[in-house]
């Protein structure tokens, strides 16, 4: 017993940070220092790669300000709106098309041959039906966030055990029960995935939007910023949307119970 518990003792501790963790800070340091030697190296004209401390001085202004908070609502209603019209009418076409082999084969097909097409070309006909105010942002959200929805729950729903999709028919459940007992909760995964890749999508398809035709929204605060040549604060704003497009992403797979299955 006495041995054993020396052997415990003698036991090495477990390293406070993982080898994944510190190969992922080298690779950030080094992003960051390659940066830093190109903003005082000369080689581009001046300030097109400012330096770091200029970059957080402008993201501490920025989020000083009442006015972007203002904007980032702006974008962040544009997006949520988009992502709740898209995301419904994705999963419900991808419900359909896969319980239905027929109709999968008559229109999937055309997913597939619009989904990797840029959005960007359904802008002016989003102008024309909408106009150049909100709903023609949230209109090529919506879009954009379609078609990862409807793919990725159409792949799922052939994924499904048999064996459930039997269970609930031989207790005679009809198309809602089946949706909601059967369906939804064999398709968690496949619905998450689906909703953080159209999460990615209606994103960009809002911000490229007010890029083009817009008088707030935080493209417009970077078109605005690219425009005069200030790029600290056109980097800072890049760099606040990139932590909370992170965070609502980690946010979307908390909700579906994704990252809490990772860990285990």
């Not at 993201?59 to 898209?86: F, K, P, R, W």
């Amino acid at each position: 017993m006495a041995e054993t518990g020396r052997l415990r003792q003698a036991a090495p501790a477990a390293p406070l940070i993982g080898p994944v963790a510190l190969l992922r800070t080298a690779i950030v340091l080094a992003l960051l220092a390659i940066w830093e030697f190109l903003a005082h190296s000369g080689w581009l004209y001046r300030d097109v790669v400012p330096s770091l401390v200029s970059i957080a001085r402008a993201i501490v202004d920025l989020l000083s300000h009442q006015e972007y908070y203002y904007n980032l609502a702006v974008t962040s209603g544009e997006i949520g709106i988009a992502l709740l019209i898209g995301g419904t009418s994705g999963l419900v076409v991808g419900i359909v098309l896969g319980a239905n082999r027929f109709l999968s084969k008559a229109f999937e097909p055309y997913l597939y041959y619009l989904g990797p097409t840029p959005k960007i070309i359904f802008l002016p006909i989003c102008i024309m039906w909408f106009g150049v105010e909100t709903p023609s942002k949230i209109a090529l959200g919506t879009v954009s966030c379609f078609f990862p929805v409807a793919l990725s729950v159409a792949a799922g729903m052939r994924q499904i055990d048999r064996v459930l999709i039997r269970v609930g028919q031989s207790f005679r459940a009809g198309t809602m029960q089946m949706v909601l007992k059967i369906y939804l909760p064999a398709m968690r995964h496949p619905i998450i995935n689906g909703v953080r890749l159209g999460f990615g999508f209606a994103l960009i398809g809002v911000l490229l939007a007010e890029t083009r035709l817009s008088n707030k929204g935080v493209g417009f605060l970077i078109m605005q910023a690219d425009s005069t040549f200030d790029m600290p604060r056109m980097y800072a704003m890049l760099i606040v949307l990139f932590v909370v497009a992170i965070g609502a992403n980690a946010l979307i797979g908390r909700l579906g119970g994704l990252d809490s299955i990772k860990r285990t």
